[in-house]
C-alpha cells in the first residue's frame, strides 16, 4: 500500500533514526600512573599502587587494598545509581499534565466515561504529544478533553493526530484536535465503521495506517506496527530514534490491555504483544493508553504468564 505522509514543515528536512543508534561511550580512559610513580622515588607499597591506573591508583593507595574487581564495581555503581527515572512510570491516575521528558514527549491525563458493550466504564487515558520539530508536534490517541490537550500543545503547530485504534478514548477528542492547526488524522481503515459511530461520515481520518507503513513527520521517522487484538485495526507507533513505542490499548503496565472488562481476542493480542512489541530493543519504553510507562523488557518476563 502507498502510504500518504505529512510534508515536513520545511523543504529537504530529513527524517532520521540515527538517535536511536548514537549512544555515548562513557567508559573513561587513563593513561598508566606507574612510571610517575617510579619518578617520584615512591617505595614498595606506593610503586605497587602506581601500576594501576588513574583514579584506581589513588583508590588503592587510600585503602591499602590491591582488588582489582574494586575498580569495576566504583565505576558501575554510580552510573547505575544516576540513571533517571521514568517521569511516566508514576502508578497514580491523577488528571492533569507530565513533562516533557527528556525525549521531548508530553503525557496528558484526561477523565472520561467509555461505554462498549453496554456498560458505562470511567477511565483516565493517556494522550502522548510528542516534538516532532521546533514548531510542531504529532498528538497521540487524543483522549476525553480536546482543551487540555490544546492547552498543553501550546503555540506549537499539530502537524498530525494518530490514532492507535477507533474506541472513544483514543479518537473521542480528534477532529476538535486536528482542526486547531487543519491536521490529518490517521488511523487504520478498518476502525472506520467504529469511527462513523462515534464521529459520524463527515469527518473522515485523512490518513489510512496499516502494520508495515511508516510516516516521516518533522524530525521523526514513526514506524506503524499491526497490533491486531483488541480491535482488527488497532496499530502501535514506534520511533526508533528514541526508543519508545505508543501501545494503545494492546499493552500496558504489567498485563495485556483490556477493552472495558473483556478481551476481544486474546490469543490474537497475546500474538501482537511478542510478535511486534517484545521483539523491540528491552530497553523501548512502552507508553500505553493507560496507566504508567513500561518497557519491553519488563514486559517479556511477564509473557509467560499471560500465555
Same mark, same amino acid.
Given at each position: 500500500m502507498f502510504w500518504k505522509r505529512k510534508p515536513k514543515k520545511q523543504d529537504g528536512q530529513e527524517a532520521t533514526d540515527s538517535a536511536a543508534e548514537s549512544a555515548v561511550d562513557q567508559e573513561a580512559t587513563e593513561e598508566d600512573s606507574g612510571e610517575s610513580a617510579k619518578a617520584a622515588g615512591a617505595d614498595t607499597a606506593d610503586a605497587k599502587a602506581g601500576e594501576s591506573t588513574g583514579a584506581d591508583a589513588v583508590e588503592e593507595a587510600d585503602t591499602g587494598t590491591d582488588d582489582a574487581d574494586a575498580p569495576e564495581e566504583s565505576v558501575k555503581e554510580p552510573a547505575e545509581a544516576d540513571a533517571p527515572a521514568d517521569v511516566f512510570a508514576d502508578e497514580g491516575e491523577e488528571t492533569g499534565v507530565t513533562g516533557p521528558d527528556a525525549d521531548k514527549i508530553t503525557r496528558v491525563r484526561t477523565a472520561g466515561v467509555f461505554e462498549f458493550d453496554g456498560e458505562k466504564h470511567d477511565v483516565v %487515558?493517556? !494522550?502522548?504529544?510528542?516534538?516532532?520539530?521546533?514548531? *510542531? =508536534? &504529532?498528538?497521540?490517541?487524543?483522549?476525553h478533553d480536546a482543551e487540555a490537550v490544546l492547552e498543553a500543545v501550546g503555540e506549537r503547530e499539530i502537524y498530525l493526530v494518530a490514532c492507535t485504534n477507533a474506541y472513544s478514548p483514543h479518537i473521542e477528542s480528534a477532529i476538535k484536535v486536528a482542526e486547531e492547526s487543519e491536521a490529518p488524522i490517521a488511523l487504520h481503515p478498518r476502525e472506520m465503521r467504529a469511527w462513523r459511530r462515534h464521529h459520524g461520515a463527515e469527518h473522515r481520518p485523512e490518513i489510512e495506517v496499516e502494520g508495515q507503513g511508516a510516516l516521516d513527520?518533522?524530525?521523526?521517522?514513526?514506524?506503524?506496527?499491526?497490533?491486531?487484538?483488541?480491535? %482488527?485495526? !488497532?496499530?502501535?507507533?514506534?520511533?526508533?530514534?528514541? *526508543? =519508545? &513505542?505508543?501501545?494503545?490499548?494492546?499493552?500496558?503496565?504489567?498485563?495485556?490491555?483490556?477493552?472495558?472488562?473483556?478481551?476481544?481476542?486474546?490469543?490474537?493480542?497475546?500474538?501482537?504483544?511478542?510478535?511486534?512489541?517484545?521483539?523491540?530493543?528491552?530497553?523501548?519504553?512502552?507508553?500505553?493508553?493507560?496507566?504508567?510507562?513500561?518497557?519491553a523488557g519488563a514486559e517479556s518476563k511477564n509473557f509467560d504468564s499471560w500465555v
Open positions: %487515558s493517556n !494522550t502522548w504529544i510528542v516534538e516532532a520539530d521546533d514548531e *510542531g =508536534v &504529532v498528538v497521540i490517541d487524543p483522549a513527520i518533522g524530525d521523526l521517522h514513526i514506524d506503524v506496527l499491526a497490533l491486531p487484538g483488541t480491535a %482488527s485495526g !488497532t496499530v502501535g507507533y514506534y520511533i526508533s530514534q528514541l *526508543g =519508545v &513505542v505508543f501501545s494503545g490499548d494492546t499493552l500496558r503496565k504489567g498485563e495485556p490491555g483490556m477493552v472495558g472488562s473483556t478481551y476481544i481476542d486474546y490469543t490474537t493480542q497475546l500474538a501482537s504483544i511478542g510478535e511486534s512489541l517484545l521483539s523491540l530493543p528491552p530497553d523501548t519504553r512502552i507508553l500505553p493508553d493507560r496507566g504508567p510507562a513500561t518497557t
